[in-house]
């Protein structure tokens, strides 16, 4: 019988840099969750501590965030993307069931769309597959330069007011604060890089059709960040595609409503 994992937190090297990650539980195949911008590992806590004694998962930095090293390229959605295979070769995982909430999409949906055999199935959550307009690429521009000239701590506080419902921003205000200190411990140049990682990712609405894993969405139906629409959109171009819109949440639907994104999520995994 395998030995159940009861890490706390492992280290492995890819490419330039070393990437922090936490590996409980055991299973056949690993559930590895990919988290958003600028957050790290530790916001998918609620699922993990779900899921760790009847399965293996894995969550883990991305390159410059949480106590992952920069290295010393450029930040880009593809690069992430290496990343993630690179990372799983490194745990010789040959395919996983990969979860993704925001950017931690983006990445997954570059990944499938090259990688396609190294997914058992996939988990979209707050995200979406079209590229930034150029309104958008301006407003994250001026973001760059906003934190250029006023650091991170007015950043922090506009962004936080995003991504949360205000039903979360009223009465979970330790979660909200937890969120907004993550955000102040990331490294000021892992912020402007992704943002510019962010401005010039490709679209991949072109090659959802082109998914042929089981696929679960989810999304926030309070999410100003990445729309309910953009989810049903999704779920209309995913083949074998399932879509739920999570009640009292915003962009960070697995915090605000942990119980029933974990529900959703265990069934679908059960149903694989």
Same mark, same amino acid.
């Given at each position: 019988?395998? #030995?159940?994992?009861?890490?706390?937190?492992?280290? $492995?090297?890819?490419?330039?840099?070393?990437?922090s990650y936490n590996?409980?539980?055991?299973?056949?195949? *690993?559930?590895?969750?990919?988290?958003?911008? *600028? !957050?790290?590992?530790?916001?998918? /806590?609620? /699922?993990?501590?779900?899921?760790?004694?009847?399965?293996?998962?894995?969550?883990?930095?991305?390159?410059?965030?949480? #106590?992952?090293?920069?290295?010393?390229?450029?930040?880009?959605?593809?690069? !992430?993307?290496?990343? @993630?295979?690179?990372?799983?070769?490194? @745990?010789?995982?040959?395919?996983?069931?990969?979860?993704? &909430?925001?950017?931690?999409?983006?990445?997954?949906?570059?990944?499938?769309?090259?990688?396609?055999?190294r997914f058992e199935?996939?988990?979209?959550?707050?995200? %979406?597959?079209?590229?930034?307009?150029?309104?958008?690429?301006? =407003?994250?521009? %001026?973001?760059?330069?906003?934190?250029?000239?006023?650091?991170? =701590?007015?950043?922090?506080?506009?962004?936080?007011?995003?991504? !949360?419902?205000?039903?979360?921003?009223?009465?979970?205000?330790?979660?909200?604060?937890?969120?907004? /200190?993550?955000? @102040?411990?990331?490294?000021?140049?892992? $912020?402007?890089?992704?943002?510019?990682? &962010?401005?010039?990712?490709?679209?991949?609405?072109?090659?959802?059709?082109?998914?042929?894993?089981?696929?679960?969405?989810?999304?926030?139906?309070e999410d100003i960040?990445?729309?309910?629409?953009?989810?049903?959109?999704?779920?209309?171009?995913? *083949?074998?595609?399932? &879509?739920? $819109?999570?009640? #009292?949440?915003?962009?960070?639907?697995?915090?605000? %409503?942990?119980?029933?994104?974990? /529900?959703?999520?265990?069934? !679908?995994?059960?149903? $694989?």
């Amino acid at each position: 019988m395998e #030995k159940i994992r009861t890490t706390t937190e492992c280290n $492995i090297t890819i490419n330039d840099v070393s990437i922090s990650y936490n590996d409980y539980g055991t299973g056949i195949m *690993p559930i590895i969750f990919l988290h958003g911008f *600028p !957050f790290d590992k530790t916001s998918w /806590q609620p /699922q993990m501590e779900s899921l760790k004694q009847t399965h293996r998962v894995i969550a883990y930095d991305i390159r410059g965030f949480g #106590k992952s090293t920069a290295g010393k390229s450029a930040p880009t959605i593809r690069l !992430f993307a290496d990343d @993630l295979i690179q990372f799983m070769d490194g @745990l010789s995982i040959n395919k996983a069931i990969v979860c993704g &909430l925001s950017m931690g999409g983006y990445i997954l949906l570059d990944a499938i769309s090259r990688y396609p055999n190294r997914f058992e199935a996939i988990v979209l959550c707050d995200t %979406q597959c079209i590229a930034d307009s150029e309104e958008t690429k301006e =407003k994250r521009n %001026q973001t760059i330069l906003q934190i250029k000239a006023n650091g991170l =701590k007015s950043f922090a506080q506009g962004f936080i007011k995003n991504i !949360f419902c205000q039903e979360s921003l009223d009465k979970k205000k330790e979660l909200v604060e937890k969120i907004n /200190q993550i955000i @102040l411990s990331t490294p000021f140049d892992s $912020i402007v890089g992704t943002l510019g990682a &962010l401005t010039e990712r490709e679209n991949t609405c072109l090659t959802l059709d082109e998914i042929a894993v089981p696929t679960l969405i989810l999304c926030g139906k309070e999410d100003i960040v990445t729309v309910p629409e953009q989810s049903e959109f999704l779920q209309d171009n995913i *083949p074998d595609s399932t &879509l739920y $819109i999570i009640d #009292k949440a915003g962009h960070l639907s697995n915090l605000e %409503q942990s119980g029933e994104f974990n /529900q959703h999520l265990t069934n !679908f995994i059960s149903g $694989i």
